[in-house]
């Protein structure tokens, strides 16, 4: 039986390129994987997963408050981008979702948590 990996990442290339290495190893173990990119980089971070043969899909993030009015906002932001990503991983059925860091893969480790998919941190800071 095959794996079938989702892998949270975006932000910086600190966090997506080393993403980018652990999704061809483990499509050369023979994982399915997919690649759900976030953040203000995730256009540039599509186009590499295609030009990798990774296939790659952008799923909405947050970032922290910084005024008043972004702090309103915040708590409806974090549900749109958490039932964004649930709707995404019930599209795709990974076994399991690994969250590479950054702010962006944040509302695909909630949604993976409130959809019962294995999830596995890495932090290489």
């Known amino acids: 039986m095959t794996a079938k990996i989702a892998i949270a990442s975006g932000g910086t290339g600190g966090h997506f390129y080393p993403t980018l290495a652990i999704a061809r190893e483990l499509q ?6 997919t690649l759900l990119v976030a953040g203000r980089h995730a256009a540039e971070q599509l186009a590499l997963a295609a030009k990798n043969g990774l296939p790659a899909c952008e799923v909405p993030a947050f970032r922290l408050p910084e005024d008043l009015l972004s702090g309103l906002a915040f708590p409806a932001r974090t549900m749109g981008a958490v039932a964004a990503a649930r709707r995404r991983l019930r599209a795709l059925c990974p076994d399991l979702l690994l ?8 509302p695909a480790c909630f949604a993976a948590r409130l959809e019962g998919v294995r999830l596995v941190l890495h932090e290489g800071n």
């Not at 050369?28 to 994987?33: L, T």
């Not at 969250?99 to 944040?106: P, T």
């Open 99 to 106: 969250g590479m860091g950054s702010f962006a893969a944040v």
């Open 28 to 33: 050369r173990r023979q994982a399915e994987v």
